[in-house]
Structure formats: structure tokens, C-alpha cells
């Protein structure tokens, strides 16, 4: 099964397509956004590992010291995503992409893995019941049910970085925080650009372009967040259904 994976290089970047997009046809933005930012995350030892074919099966972690989230966990590697999709189930893809996370902090001496969850597995997070069978097991949670699951080879543990667990802003605009990471995003906003400016309804859209940004925000973060009212809503991307339901609150 080795060959059949391959890892996003700058050599190939350019050539190779980004598995979780490949349910769209048509080119767009958010393709082309999610490479820059890859190329320039890999040279901080960003990893994009992905079956050698056109399929949704991939595994995507960086260390959490260059990790756009607000986690702190020093040694540690952040796994942003773990996804296998359609007729690929089944057949072992999901293991191996996983050990090979495992062998590879294990080889780069890191003190372990870790990944955002939640008390309720929520889309677009990857499956928390399937990391814990490794061994991963919640390290630290926020009051609004998200949580830090580690994977820890010398005992020490990994948390959510104090500003995280704020889940609160002073603006009471829908707010959206947003990277480039995943191709899909840009399309949700065009849809909820679309939708909002159709009902009049304000947006704040704050793109996080930095470490630093990241690292600072008021919420726990893969790649979006939304607020309204001041609160913290979701790490999911959304549609217009639920920004409709949100703002009836």
C-alpha cells in the first residue's frame, strides 16, 4: 500500500491535484488559494500525504508550533484533517495514512499528535471515534463542547491556547474568520455573500493570513469560525439554511 500515496512537494505542487477538491469540476479560486497557501506552508514542514490517484483520501498535519489554530503544544504535530471519501471506505486507506503520521512524528522525535474534536462529532472535523482506536484521548475542552484530543508518546500533553476558549468578540455582526486552506471555502462565502447581501444582512469577514492571526483568535479553528451576536457559533462550513436559522436567534 505505500506506493500508493504520494506527499504534495514543491516539485509537484504545481502538477498534482488537491485531493479534497476533487468532487468539484470546475476550477475555481479556492484551488488555486489552497496551493498558494501549501507552498507556503511546506517549507515549515507542513504535510499533505494523498492516495496517488484522483480520490478524496489524504491526511494533512504540520507542526503545531507553524499550526494555523490556537492550540499550544510544543513537540507536537496538529492534524488538521484525516479524509476518506466515497468507494475508497473500507479498504484500509484510513490506517495507513494515520500510521504513517504516527511513524513520522515518531522518526522527527515530536512528543506526540493532536487534533480538534468535539463532544458531538460535527462535519468537516475528522472522525474523533476513529482517532481514539490509536490511542488519541481528549487533553483539554471549551465550555461549548469542542475538544483537544492527543495522541502522547512521553506524557506530556498539548492545550487550547487561553484566547481559544474566549468564544467571545465585541461585535455583534455575523462574523466570519477564514483562511485559505481548504478550496472549499471560497465558494461558501461566494454563497453567503450571495444570500446576505440579497437580505441586507452585514458581514464581518476577517481572512486570517498570518500565524499570528491564528494563533491569537478568540475561538477554536481548523480554517473558519463563525460568531453572531458576539458568540461563537461553528468550526463548519456553512450554507445560507443555517445563517437564515442563526440569525432568527
Not at 55 to 63: C, H, K, L, N, R
Amino acid at each position: 500500500m505505500e506506493g500508493e500515496f504520494i506527499n504534495l512537494i514543491p516539485e509537484n505542487l504545481a502538477s498534482e491535484h488537491v485531493s479534497c477538491i476533487i468532487r468539484t469540476k470546475k476550477v475555481h479560486q479556492g484551488i488555486e488559494g489552497k496551493r498558494q497557501w501549501l507552498a507556503d506552508r511546506l517549507k515549515e514542514g507542513h504535510v499533505f500525504r494523498k492516495l496517488n490517484e484522483k480520490a478524496t483520501v489524504f491526511i494533512e498535519y504540520a507542526p503545531c508550533e507553524t499550526a494555523w489554530t490556537p492550540i499550544i503544544g510544543d513537540n507536537y504535530y496538529y492534524m488538521y484533517c484525516l479524509w476518506v471519501d466515497g468507494a475508497h471506505k473500507g479498504k484500509g486507506y484510513a490506517s495507513s495514512l494515520m500510521e504513517y503520521c504516527i511513524a513520522d512524528a515518531k522518526e522527527k522525535g515530536k512528543s506526540g499528535i493532536c487534533m480538534l474534536g468535539a463532544k458531538k462529532q460535527k462535519g468537516w472535523l475528522s472522525d474523533q471515534s476513529f482517532a481514539k482506536k490509536f490511542g488519541f484521548q481528549v487533553v483539554d475542552t471549551t465550555e461549548n463542547g469542542y475538544d483537544l484530543l492527543a495522541l502522547s508518546f512521553d506524557g506530556t500533553l498539548p492545550k487550547f491556547a487561553p484566547n481559544a476558549k474566549k468564544m467571545e468578540i465585541e461585535s455583534n455582526e455575523l462574523t466570519i474568520y477564514y483562511d485559505k486552506q481548504c478550496p472549499y471555502i471560497d465558494q461558501y462565502i461566494q454563497r453567503i455573500k450571495k444570500y446576505c447581501e440579497l437580505d441586507e444582512i452585514p458581514v464581518n469577514w476577517i481572512l486570517v493570513d498570518t500565524l499570528e492571526k491564528a494563533k491569537a483568535l478568540p475561538c477554536v479553528f481548523n480554517n473558519w469560525a463563525v460568531f453572531y451576536k458576539g458568540k461563537f457559533e461553528t468550526v463548519n462550513l456553512v450554507d445560507a439554511t443555517y445563517i437564515k436559522r442563526i440569525m432568527k436567534k
